[in-house]
Every structure is written in structure tokens, then in C-alpha cells.
């Protein structure tokens, strides 16, 4: 899995967001796409086995660590799946004719080399080939595909090549498809700013002029507006967007919404029988499903299912107390802040214990009045971790904030002087004080054992002082991740970020019958297996094969969802 909060992937990572923050905007790729790379109005399979039942896939949020992307991969490459509901009834469901990505298919930024070692890979151990008539793959790009400007998505989605025995048919990074008995799927761009551009909202028109009035729409999204508009949450930009969509261009025939982004699966519904699924469980860390919370949502949905459900997604986000177990080397920033802190405040306190902690403290205080860049160091500090603190705070942020912030202060000098203490008082170095000693930093001095244990001393309590940091930082952040997403549901991101559960994946199998009614069968993956054998099979079956007595089987999260077509009259 991708550690995100190893030192240099939070680099990489926040440099990514950066670039993509200041120039993606100005280098819209959509535009140049409209311009130069032509697409029908739709592609058309609604002729496809009439008679018979119409299989397609969809997953979101594929091609993080190998055991749960290629876990996903193998079961959406299998002919047929027979997978048992809570209720314990059998259901045979079939391969799809079509694989729909719905978006963030490589984490944690496109590229050619991570598209291959992360998606293609995976994907192309599940399944090589596959008979005529060969399975199409379309696709919708998410913020993560973005990153590069979209250049690694549009080679490898737009270019009319084979991946993992499916071809890919799509020359622009949205689309439409016709399916049997007036089903439609709509997959849509939406860039890095929630924005469905220009050219993208004519494509659609021109798509809504091939549609009869009682035409039902399958709406792909690359994030979930509803719940990112629920709550606390202002109207965002893409839930008008959406709803321009919906009201203005295809006319209310849009019964069912599907969005990836956030990596769980929640289902809402209306009155009326439509449906919002979030299904973003192709493979990458998982997300928790109490934040952010949504129970009922601004036009009258209601939340159906979670997968994982909310109490035991509370119970994972407890592990944040154990930060430094899931991201170890995250100790490697906490332990270095700790020891600047501490450098720019450096006094003699070693040889005071916890009766004299106001002589320590005013020490510490004249140390900050006398070196200006303490002060600034603590205050940037403060500052940055009021900055990190999550907007659903809302008008708590700075509280919030400026706690965590104090915290980490606090923990600083307590791990400095401990560390101090445990050198000069506990190992006796540089106790005894010659007559007349020579400075050799502020607040050190020359001892009687001489200057090597002068260095020995300061140098132990600087090491001291950063494995403290290494070790207790990490648990006042885990802290604070815990009890903002359990307590005030914030931060929801960043406290998944830092487990990496390969759990608790998804995908949804969706059937069109013949009657015309589409049925969604959602698959869950409660735990993916951790070990695997080499089956040595054709490149028509899978590669590898479970072979962990802990892995869980397929199931369904939730009963079979029946959404029923449009009448005529409505």
C-alpha cells in the first residue's frame, strides 16, 4: 500500500497538489481534446444478446497495493461469481460486457510508470485474454489521474489498445453508452475543480438528443457530491454542476448515481426508488463511513448501507493510537521537529528534576526572550498545525488547531528535558563543573571529564530528545486524528490515510433484464488475501490464486438494489 505519510511520499504528494493546484486549471486538457480527438455521440450496445440478461462492471479507486487491487481484478475477471447475501440466498452473477473505472485508478499520482506497476500490472495477471466477443473498458479520471495533466490517462485509456483482455474504445476522458432496453451510462469529467467544461456539457446535449423521455440514466461521477455537500458542508460547484446536468440536459432521467473517492461503499435513496452509490473500493486505502457523516442528504435521500458499517469503522479509526506501528517512519518528522524545538531553547536543566520544574520553566522562558528564532520556530509551529486542522471544525478550526499545536510544544520540552535529565542526572555525564569553564554552546559546559564528554552529553541528549519525538509524536497526532474523526467528524481523510487498510474492498455488477429493470449487485471483499499461489493456468483464468486461511470469500454487502425503468407516463 502507499505509505502516505512516509516523509518523502508526503513531499511528493503535497508538491503534486501544488503543481496540479496552480497549472491545472490553465492547461485544461478537455479543450484540446474537443478540438482534435473526435468521438461518436455514444457507443451503441443496446442491440447486444437480445433476449438475454446485459452484464457490466464498475469499479472506482483501483491500483494502490497489490494484494487488494489484484483481489478486486480477479474477481472481476472470473466468467461467473456465485456470492451469498446477508440473508444467506445465492446469486449467480456473470462477467460484464462493459468495465467501468470511476476514477483514481493509480494512486498517488498518474504517471506511465505507476499506471503500470500499480493498475496494468494487477490487472493483467487477473486476466490476459479473453474470448470473442472481448469485454470494452471505459473510463473516467479522477483528481489522481489529474496530477500529470491527464497525459498517462489519455495514453493508456484513449489510444484504442487492449488492457487485460478488455479493449478500451474511448478517445475523450467522458462519454456516453447506450444500453439495452433504454438503459444509458454517462461517465463525466469533472478535472480538479468539480467543473464539467464547455465542450463537455454540448457533448452531453447532443447525447440527450438520441434519448426518449422515458430513457433511464446510470450517472458515473469521479466524486460524490452529495456527500461532500451534506452536513456542514456549503453547495459546492459540483453538485450545481450535477444538477445542471440533470435538470437542464437530460431532463430528470437520471435513476441511479455512482461515484468513487471515497473508499467505502454508502448507498442513499429517495422516495422515488433512485439511487446514490458510493462505490470506491477497487484497491485503495479505505475511507470511514460515519465521516463524513450523511445520514439523510439535502434532497430527501436517505443512507441505506455502509460497508464497512459505522461502528466498525469507529473501531478502525482507533488504531490511529498506533500510528507509529501503520506509519513508522512518520516518527522520522515528529522526532526532528521535537529536536529543533528543543535546539532553539537549548538551556541547562539537566540536572533539575520534577520539584524544581519552575526553575526549569523560567529557564526555558529566558532562553525563548533571548533568542528570537525560538519564538518564531514555536509560533510557525502553532501556525502550521492551525492551517492542517481540518475546515469541518468549522468555527473550532483554530481551537483545534492550536490545541494539537500546544500539545506537540508541550511534548517537545517534556521529551527535551526528560532526555537531558536522563544524561546529566541518571548516566552522571558532565556533573561535576570545573572552576573557570570554557562555553561551547549556550547553556553547555566544560566538565571535569573533558571535552569529549561535553559532546558526549550534548550530543546523548540530542538523540534522547529525537527518539522521544520519534515515539511520542506520532501518538499525539494519532491523538488527534482519532478524537477529530470519532468525535467531531473531521479529518476523515487524513486519519484513514495513515492506516492503509487493505480491507473492506467493492465493486458493483450491474444486469439489465429483459424486462428492462437494472439490478445492482454489490460485492464486498471483507478481508483480501495476504498470500497467494501461482496456478499456472492460461492467460484466459487468473494467475494467482488465495491461498491465506484468513482471507474472507465474496459476498454481497446488501441484498440485490432493483431499480425499475421509467413508465411512459412519468
Sequence with gaps: MVRWLHPSMLIRTGMDALVAAVFGARADHRLVEAVVRPQPPYFDYSEESPGEDFWLDYVSDTGDGWNPTYAVARLLALPSLEVKDPTGQAHAIERGRILVFGGDQVYPGASRDTYEERLVQPYEEALGRTPEPSPDLFAIPGNHDWYDGLSAFMRLFCANRWLAGRRTRQSRSYFALKLPQGWWLVGTDVQLDSDIDVPQVEYFRQVAEHMKPEDRIILCNAEPAWVMASAKRRRGYLENNLDYLQEKVFGRRISLFLAGDLHHYRRHEDPEGKHKIIAGGGGAF????????????????????????????????????????????????????????????????????????????????????????????????????????????????????????????????????????????????????????????????????????????????????????????????????????????????????????????????????????LTVFPVGLKRVPRQWKETHASPYAPAYEPDDPKATPPELIEPPIRVRPRSPRS
Design 286 to 517: 479505505l475511507h470511514p463511513t460515519h465521516a463524513p457523516a450523511a445520514r439523510r442528504l439535502r434532497d430527501r435521500y436517505a443512507l441505506k448501507k455502509s460497508f464497512p458499517d459505522e461502528k466498525t469503522s469507529r473501531k478502525l479509526a482507533r488504531q490511529n493510537l498506533m500510528l507509529i506501528r501503520h506509519s513508522p517512519l512518520f516518527g522520522l518528522m515528529t522526532g526532528a521537529l521535537y529536536l529543533l524545538l528543543a535546539l532553539a531553547t537549548y538551556t541547562e536543566i539537566g540536572s533539575y528534576g520534577l520539584a524544581e520544574f519552575p526553575q526549569v520553566l523560567s529557564a526555558v522562558a529566558s532562553s525563548v526572550v533571548t533568542r528570537p528564532w525560538s519564538l518564531v520556530l514555536g509560533l510557525s509551529t502553532l501556525g502550521g498545525l492551525v492551517g492542517f486542522a481540518d475546515k469541518d471544525f468549522g468555527r473550532w478550526r483554530w481551537l483545534a488547531g492550536g490545541l494539537h499545536g500546544m500539545a506537540h510544544i508541550t511534548a517537545a520540552f517534556l521529551v527535551a528535558w526528560g532526555g537531558m535529565y536522563f544524561t546529566a542526572s541518571v548516566l552522571g555525564i558532565c556533573q561535576e563543573i570545573l572552576p573557570g569553564n570554557t562555553i561551547l554552546v549556550p547553556g553547555a559546559t566544560l566538565c571535569a571529564a573533558g571535552w569529549k564528554h561535553v559532546w558526549a552529553k550534548f550530543f546523548l541528549g540530542a538523540f534522547f530528545t529525537f527518539l522521544g519525538g520519534f515515539l511520542v509524536g506520532p501518538f499525539i497526532m494519532g491523538l488527534y486524528l482519532m478524537v477529530s474523526v470519532n468525535g467531531f467528524k473531521a479529518h476523515s481523510n487524513e486519519a484513514f490515510i495513515s492506516l492503509a487498510i487493505a480491507d473492506f474492498k467493492n465493486f458493483l455488477r450491474l444486469r439489465i433484464d429483459k424486462d428492462g429493470e
